[in-house]
């Protein structure tokens, strides 16, 4: 990257040493790595925003949906869009 930047720039990735972001590491100045929600939190938390669009998603189909994407928030809130 060649130009400086005067804004924030926020990006979200699930592997920070993925080949293709390494001239964005290099110019980062901060890094914040999240840690993963533990399932049943994240599960919890699904049931909540289903029920507030209105829809009805059995809690198993949520914990499996919460199990295969390891954790990852926003694959689940994308999975169930």
Known sequence: LKQDFHRPVICLANNLFAPALRDLRSAARTVITVPTVDVPRLVGRLEVIVQHEGYDV???TLQELALIS???VRCCLNTLQ
């Open 58 to 60: 059995p809690r198993p």
């Open 70 to 72: 390891n954790g990852d």
